[in-house]
């Protein structure tokens, strides 16, 4: 693979129900982004790690949780989904946080809560 | 606060120029990117300006006036695949991304 990967592409689900959005990068950068974009919005930043073993919270955190154990892995949980979640998710990787390097996304997971 | 102003839509023609104009107010300043974003897709990097002056890149060319709080992106010799939305990405205080809505480009025959 190269660059972002995201898992699922697209996902309905029931509202309550829980959900993990995957995100891999193989390009060893070392911070790493979740966004989602809701129709005609800008971006929100929702958690963010600036390294592996380190997160942290976002414009809109709540609902949503996050770990970094590695460097390539950074998956977004929803613990129980709301139909307010449904949304674009991005996941975007740049080289240092706290910087200003451009950063990279992946593909995008649009979910549908119901 | 912290606010970006750029146009909603903007159509402009196949072959032709077209300058996408943003103004921005933020609490801190690291430089300002601008991405292009096509319909159902991620963004992608276009440019990143940090002094004042223009940067030039291929057919892109992003301007910036730190005093003024003011940036354009200027597009040339405009395809058909520049259809996008173009969007003003300040940088601001604590390295923190400023994303907004951006302007959607039509490009017509």
């Known amino acids: 693979i190269a660059g972002i990967t995201q898992a699922p592409t697209s996902q309905i689900l029931a509202a309550g129900r829980r959900m993990t959005l995957r995100c891999t990068q193989d390009?060893?950068?070392?911070?790493m982004y979740w966004y989602r974009q809701d129709l005609g919005l800008g971006l929100r930043l929702i958690h963010y790690?600036?390294?592996?073993?380190?997160?942290g919270k976002g414009e809109v955190p709540d609902g949503y949780s996050v770990s970094r154990a590695n460097t390539d892995d950074f998956p977004l949980t929803l613990a129980s989904a709301v139909p307010s979640q449904t949304s674009v998710y991005f996941c975007a990787s740049s080289e240092k946080g706290g910087d200003y390097n451009e950063q990279f996304f992946g593909p995008g997971t649009r979910l549908t809560v119901l | 606060g912290q606010n970006i102003d750029q146009p909603t839509e903007m159509t402009a023609t196949e072959g032709a120029i077209v300058q996408i104009n943003c103004t921005y107010q933020?609490?801190?300043?690291?430089?300002l990117f601008w991405y292009q974003q096509h319909a159902g897709e991620a963004p992608t990097f276009l440019s990143y300006n940090v002094l004042d002056g223009l940067e030039e890149k291929g057919r892109f060319s992003s301007f910036l006036s730190r005093s003024k709080g003011y940036s354009y992106l200027l597009l040339k010799e405009l395809q058909m695949k520049d259809s996008a939305s173009y969007l003003c990405v300040p940088l601001g205080s604590n390295y923190q991304l400023i994303w907004g809505a951006g302007t959607k480009l039509i490009i017509k025959p």
């Open positions: 790690s600036n390294t592996a073993g380190t997160t």
């Open positions: 933020t609490s801190g300043f690291n430089g």
């Open positions: 390009m060893r950068h070392n911070a």
